[in-house]
């Protein structure tokens, strides 16, 4: 069993930054493509940015530029580097992790998530 668990959200200023963690429990971590999505009130969860095993990385559009997602495996934990922040950035947001090493969209594990809120 796979645990997530996702911490650093909180209320920023837009244009400020602010950085998510996610620790994860189980040994397969390093092996697994992992990812950050978001869910806006009133709106469909969307795929913000993931990582493979290899440490290659791909971003939607809408963040590319200001957020970065990096990883520890060290440390069984991913993180996603918020910057130059956005009150459309404002959702929660959740890490999850795939079935695969390449990122297929097929996640099996998910946190509970953490409030990000962007608002002066």
């Known amino acids: 069993q796979v645990q997530l668990v996702e911490s650093g959200g909180g209320l920023v200023q837009p244009g400020g930054s602010l950085r998510l963690s996610c620790a994860a429990s189980g040994s397969i971590f390093s092996i697994n493509a992992m990812g950050w999505y978001r869910q806006a009130p009133g709106k469909e969860r969307e795929l913000v940015a993931v990582i493979i095993s290899g440490g290659s990385t791909n971003y939607a559009d809408s963040v590319k530029g200001r957020f970065t997602i990096s990883r520890d495996n060290a440390k069984n934990t991913v993180y996603l580097q918020m910057n130059s922040l956005k009150s459309e950035d404002t959702a929660v947001y959740y890490c999850?992790?795939?079935?695969?090493?390449?990122?297929?969209?097929?996640?099996?594990?998910w946190g509970k998530g953490t409030l990000v809120t962007v608002s002066s």
């Open positions: 999850a992790k795939d079935r695969e090493q390449l990122y297929t969209g097929g996640m099996d594990y």
